[in-house]
């Protein structure tokens, strides 16, 4: 059972999205929080698997929730559900260490596949925010590689760009003729030396240094 936590500051919203993960036979509300504050007091107490956290909130926003949770709770996952996908919001969302960035208007069935993605380690990112992150990327001259990047091994820079260009463990195998378990245990060596907790941030990692390249296909 997937254990959720709901960050919203309005009720509309929040009794909304009860109903709604009510209806997966896999997921459990455990709470609902009215703003960053309250989410980050009740995350201590309930231990969820995922907050779904919105951004824009009176008192301690989205943002700066997501960064305490992430630093005080590693293995909470916390998915960005909100209206706003204003350049600032995203970076800042995935800078504090958002496992993913959705758009509230997206459909019942996706929202419910995400937050199971979620538990299990994927990233989900709303296709019009991937598009600027890409095309942020794309203006931006890549940093040179650091020490870091320099110690991955040729196979672990192959998973790595695929990672970051969205694809799951289980494509990653189909496209390099490897094991899902090889690719996990790949993935993991990956967040290791790069000294980040989830695959967001490492595809961030690869976007930064030039790893990926932006007008690849998939």
């Known amino acids: 059972m997937i254990r959720v936590l709901i960050c919203d500051d309005q009720d509309i919203v929040r009794q909304g999205l009860e109903v709604i ?10 709470g609902a929080a009215v703003d960053g504050a309250e989410a980050l007091e009740l995350v201590h107490e309930l231990r969820p698997d995922v907050v779904l ?8 926003n989205g943002i700066i929730a997501t960064q305490r949770i992430r630093d005080a709770f590693p293995g909470v996952k ?3 559900l909100t209206t706003y996908d204003a350049d600032e919001w995203v970076f800042d969302a995935i800078r504090s260490g958002a496992s993913g960035y959705l758009l509230k208007d997206m459909p019942r069935e996706e929202l419910i596949q995400a937050i199971e993605g979620t538990a299990s380690g994927k990233t989900h990112v709303a296709p019009d925010v991937a598009g600027k992150l ?5 203006r ?7 020490k870091i990047v320099e110690e991955l091994s040729e196979r672990e820079v192959e998973v790595l760009k695929l990672l ?3 694809l799951t463990n289980a494509d990653i195998a189909e496209r ?10 790949y993935v993991s060596a990956i967040l290791g030396k790069l000294d980040v907790t989830d695959r967001t941030q490492a595809a961030i990692l690869a976007l930064r240094y ?3 390249d932006t007008g690849e296909g998939q």
């Open 21 to 30: 993960l009510s209806t997966a036979s896999n997921i459990e509300v455990v």
């Open 53 to 60: 956290m919105d951004l824009k909130m009176p008192g301690m």
């Open 78 to 80: 916390v998915l960005v």
């Open 134 to 138: 890409f095309a942020h990327t794309a």
């Open 140 to 146: 931006t001259a890549p940093a040179p590689a650091t």
């Open 164 to 166: 970051a260009r969205g």
């Open 176 to 185: 390099l003729f490897l094991s899902e378990g090889t690719v996990r245990n």
């Open 210 to 212: 030039g790893l990926v």
